[in-house]
């Protein structure tokens, strides 16, 4: 995340607020950023391998 972006986010928010708020916004500020980058770079996972992936778990830890 830049210094930017964190500031930006800060001056979305009212003059009083909770810091454990502005910490669970930049937090996800920062995963939604990071998410678009790994989907600019092909970084993904389709729905059917995430499924076969799922499957498989299952059926290491005995769950049908």
Not at 1 to 20: C, D, G, H, N, Y
Not at 46 to 51: I, N
Request: glycine share 4%; charged share 40%.
């Amino acid at each position: 995340m830049t210094r930017e972006k964190a500031i930006e986010t800060i001056k979305e928010f009212p003059q009083e607020f909770e810091l454990e708020e502005l910490f669970e916004r930049l937090l996800f500020v920062d995963k939604v950023e990071k998410g678009l980058e790994q989907i600019k770079n092909g970084e993904t996972v389709s729905h059917d391998k995430v499924r076969t992936m799922i499957q498989q778990w299952k059926k290491l830890n005995g769950q049908s």
